[in-house]
């Protein structure tokens, strides 16, 4: 479980590299194109790149987001409950959260098909729009694994999550 956990957390680590890049990158295409507007020569197809690229910036932070506990989380019975039920709460979560992202994994890639055979691209640049949902899959996939092993975590009583402020 912990080589899994080591795994999962260089994946994380990575998705996580990978959306922090595509942010930057659209920074600057934004101020590239505000100011070749200003120049009367705005940056041609910034639309195309900040709408791809923000799949990579939302997806790509998704799972770290899991991993420190970022989520938004509605405590309002929790100290109702007894310890045993919460715990059963948050594994139930984390179990139909990695359901989710499975499902949509799913969903995408059968999208991603239809995108290959109808030649599916973006309006200005003709970027292909499966390579995105490639990576929207894989975003996904390991969000998926990062909340199926918070899930086992939580059913061991095991709070894995990293402290605050770390990152990892």
Sequence with gaps: MDRMRRVADGLIGL??????????????????????????????????????????????AMALCDRIGGHIAVDLLENRFPPVMNRALDVIAAFTGAVIF???????????????????????????????????????????????LRGLDRMLGIDARPPQGTGR
């Design 15 to 60: 998705s996580a590299t990978i959306g922090a890049i595509g942010l930057i990158f659209v920074m600057g295409v934004i101020l590239i194109h505000v100011i070749g507007r200003a120049l009367k020569m705005p940056l041609y197809g910034s639309e195309d790149l900040i709408t791809m690229s923000m799949i990579i910036i939302v997806f790509g």
């Design 102 to 148: 499975i499902a949509l994994a799913i969903a995408v890639y059968q999208s991603s098909k239809l995108s290959i055979l109808l030649n599916h691209s973006t309006n200005l640049l003709q970027l292909p729009k499966h390579w995105f949902q490639y990576a929207l899959i894989a975003f996904s996939l390991v969000t998926a694994l990062g909340m199926i």
